[in-house]
């Protein structure tokens, strides 16, 4: 069995092109109901300008303060025929007042359903466990698990499928 490379570069435009070969590249929404889903893939932009806080302030005259995260992993095998697989995952929340460290992203004001804590205040364990990030993760691995990946092709085992998007349940 060979053993296949792995590249790592920067930037998803032309990533494919860069690489010539099987390609996975990954984004992350943090969308507000209130605003029609703004920030939404724009939030890297809105977080760098307003911070925590200032995402935070954005909903102030709203009542609902209910928010999605959403990361998507995108799987090209490389070759421009082959489709494109997406991979999903989403969690439900809402925005609050930041709580917690400021070192990763908007995870100091957004918490998730069902927890009294931010993203930022969980341990790491508990929010990889029911994060956006983690269960798109999952449903990539489950895509990996089910397909055989070679240099030279890619087969499904045991029986022949076409590839299909998987989106984990929130």
């Known amino acids: ?50 911070g925590p806080e200032g995402l935070y302030r954005l909903l102030t005259g709203w009542e609902d303060k209910s928010a999605y995260a959403l990361c998507t992993f995108a799987y090209s095998t490389g070759k421009l025929e082959d489709p494109i697989m997406l991979f999903r995952g989403k969690t439900m929340g809402k925005i609050v007042e930041p709580r917690g460290p400021r070192n990763f992203g908007w995870d100091p004001c957004f918490q998730p359903d069902g927890f009294d804590q931010t993203y930022a205040e969980m341990p790491s364990e508990i929010k ?42 929130t």
């Open 1 to 50: 069995m060979s053993r296949n490379t792995l590249a790592f570069v920067t930037g998803n435009q032309n990533k494919l092109k860069e690489v010539a070969g099987p390609v996975i590249v990954e984004d992350t929404c943090l969308c507000f109901s209130a605003l029609g889903d703004l920030p939404g893939p724009y939030v890297k932009w809105f977080l760098k300008k307003l």
């Open 128 to 169: 990889n466990s029911i994060s956006h990030r983690g269960k798109a993760l999952k449903a990539l691995k489950e895509y990996f698990d089910s397909t055989v990946i070679t240099n030279d092709k890619q087969s499904d085992e045991p029986e022949n499928k076409k590839p299909r998007n998987f989106t984990e349940k």
